[in-house]
């Protein structure tokens, strides 16, 4: 069974060695990630295996947003349709209700149908498209999921 704790910056070298070997685009650098990992404005949570880091991701917060956008999220290939990715979107659906933000916002590769087909029906719903939005000069689909404000009991 994997756990899910915050990134800390003794996480760096790995996170970023992660990232290396899921994405092949817009990959986080060591200093971009080292500046994510010590932002007040950024959650960074991973998710282990025993010591393996298997999965991570970055969700960040704009002062006064409504908005959270998870700016990454990624999974090792051999991890995957073990429920980590599924668990990692929990996590920022309690940030969403803790933080008293109402929508969760990313942006999927165009190409990546696997990825749209989790967000889909983890229930985030597909608003646009902005094209080149990748440094390879690939399209980014905008997906949202809005979740209500759970009151107070």
């Not at 060695?17 to 200093?31: A, M, N, T, V």
């Not at 970055?58 to 990454?72: A, D, M, V």
């Not at 803790?98 to 969760?104: A, Q, V």
């Amino acid at each position: 069974m994997f756990t899910l704790t915050h990134a800390t910056i003794d996480d760096l070298t790995a996170l970023v060695d992660l990232e290396k070997s899921i994405f092949h685009y817009d990959i986080i650098s060591p200093r971009q990630m080292r500046y994510l990992l010590n932002s007040k404005t950024a959650l960074v949570i991973k998710a282990e295996l025993g010591n393996l880091l298997v999965g991570y991701m970055i969700i960040l917060r704009r002062c006064r947003s409504r908005i959270l956008r998870i700016y990454s999220l990624g999974v090792r290939q051999d991890a995957r349709k073990l429920g980590v990715g599924r668990q990692l979107l929990t996590v920022a659906e309690q940030y969403l209700q803790e933080t008293g933000c109402e929508i969760l916002s990313l942006e999927v590769q165009a190409q990546n149908s696997a990825a749209q087909l989790f967000y889909l029906a983890a229930g985030f719903v597909i608003l646009g498209t902005k094209e080149g939005f990748y440094t390879d000069g690939s399209s980014a689909l905008v997906m949202r999921k809005q979740i209500p404000i759970m009151e107070p009991v």
